[in-house]
T-cell receptor, first 109, second 116 residues
């Protein structure tokens, strides 16, 4: 079956760095996405990785290792507004998104 | 660009009635639209995928006669929840993708449905 695993909840301090991991097992691979979702709102796109390596976009970076079925989202200089759920999703061979359950990130002052 | 709107943003209805949710791509043509449902503290669950002008493809376990999806144009898709029950109360989110970017979905703001 298809499976996406990510931690349920993480806590970090304002100004610090946090890494959210995601491992996956899917039927085919057409890219891995990270989305941010604030409570009661729809997800917003953060990053897309289809090749191995690190993609940096401002305070957020995303890493992919296809051979290991592994990705992480790195958030630097954490701000209170970064408190949200972070969803890892993999696009399978049918271009269908398989979603993880999300990691709730709590930022403390 | 690539903005998707949903209407209504929230709705309360009585058990047994039907509710229609609209999803519009405002500045692009969405060849494919997706409907998701999300229960509290859970991830998104894909309900169905629809291409303009053709019947929707429903995920296993989703009743196509209960959740009617129409994708009549490249900018509009509707989801009708027929004979709603309290267990249908959820957050419904649509997304659209373009032909040249099948890997990227643009999400609407979601519709909170409460069935009493």
């Amino acid at each position: 079956g298809q499976n996406i695993d990510q931690p349920t909840e993480m806590t970090a301090t304002e100004g610090a760095i946090v890494q959210i991991n995601c491992t996956y097992q899917t039927s085919g691979f057409n890219g891995l996405f990270w989305y941010q979702q604030h409570a009661g709102e729809a997800p917003t796109f953060l990053s897309y990785n289809v090749l191995d390596g690190l993609e940096e976009k401002g305070r957020f970076s995303s890493f992919l290792s296809r051979s290991k079925g592994y990705s992480y989202l790195l958030l630097k200089e954490l701000q209170m507004k970064d408190s949200a759920s972070y969803l890892c999703a993999v696009m399978d061979s049918n271009y269908q998104l398989i979603w993880g359950a999300g990691t709730k990130l709590i930022i403390k002052p | 660009g690539a903005v998707v709107s949903q209407h209504p943003s929230w709705v309360i209805c009585k058990s047994g009635t039907s509710v229609k949710i609209e999803c519009r791509s405002l500045d692009f043509q969405a060849t494919t639209m997706f409907w998701y449902r999300q229960f509290p503290k859970q991830s998104l669950m894909l309900m169905a995928t629809s291409n303009e002008g053709s019947k929707a493809t429903y995920e296993q376990g989703v009743e196509k006669d209960k959740f009617l999806i129409n994708h009549a144009s490249l900018t509009l898709s509707t989801l009708t929840v027929t004979s709603a029950h309290p267990e249908d109360s959820s957050f419904y989110i649509c997304s659209g993708s373009r032909d040249r970017e099948p890997y990227e979905q643009y999400f609407g703001p979601g519709t909170r449905l409460t069935v009493t």
